[in-house]
């Protein structure tokens, strides 16, 4: 079993709604018979989600900054093509490993309990949150960036999200 949702979406409270272009909420996961809640952010989880679509994903140390629910996604580094993006944050968050088997998806979590389940589903479960998150964006406020280095970090992340979606 594999869910995920998010409740109480927003933007940072202590940034201009305008700039602040990582979305905020409350993550749940439920992998197998565990729970994971944390205050997340939910755009870099979904992004980070949909890559574990294609390609695998191993649980990182806490230093790595690439946890599937994390604190901070705060900078943005665009590939030289702007269809990928490497989102840097702190090294709080929650992890869990993604390795695809053939039409299966095996879950790893922190705690070394292993969930497998069909791809289909694992990507049915994504695309409800990704959506979820890329509506939130679509109902609120146009972001502006507030330097070229954000403005092409996002850039590249809604063109790495659309790819990864499509």
Same mark, same amino acid.
């Given at each position: 079993m594999f869910q995920i949702t998010v409740t109480e979406l927003r933007w940072l409270e202590t940034t201009d709604e305008i700039i602040d272009l990582c979305l905020h909420g409350k993550a749940t996961a439920i992998i197998g018979d565990e729970t994971f809640t944390y205050d997340a952010t939910v755009s870099a989880t979904a992004l980070y989600l949909l890559r574990t679509l294609t390609e695998d994903?191993?649980?990182? *140390?806490?230093?790595?900054?690439?946890?599937?629910?994390?604190?901070?996604?705060?900078s943005m580094y665009p590939n030289e093509n702007m269809d990928c993006v490497h989102i840097s944050g702190c090294p709080n968050g929650?992890?869990? *490993?993604?390795?695809?088997?053939?039409?299966?998806?095996?879950?790893?979590? /922190?705690?070394?309990?292993?969930?497998?389940?069909?791809?289909?589903?694992?990507?049915?479960?994504?695309?409800?949150?990704?959506?979820?998150? /890329?509506?939130?964006?679509?109902?609120?406020?146009?972001?502006?960036?507030?330097?070229?280095?954000?403005?092409?970090?996002?850039?590249?992340?809604?063109?790495?999200?659309?790819?990864?979606?499509?």
């Open positions: 994903h191993f649980y990182r *140390s806490k230093h790595d900054h690439n946890q599937m629910l994390p604190c901070c996604g705060f929650i992890d869990w *490993s993604v390795i695809h088997i053939g039409d299966k998806v095996k879950i790893i979590t /922190e705690t070394g309990k292993e969930t497998i389940i069909d791809l289909e589903n694992y990507k049915k479960t994504v695309y409800l949150f990704a959506d979820e998150i /890329e509506n939130y964006y679509l109902k609120s406020i146009p972001k502006i960036p507030y330097d070229d280095e954000s403005k092409f970090g996002h850039i590249a992340f809604w063109n790495e999200w659309h790819r990864r979606r499509k």
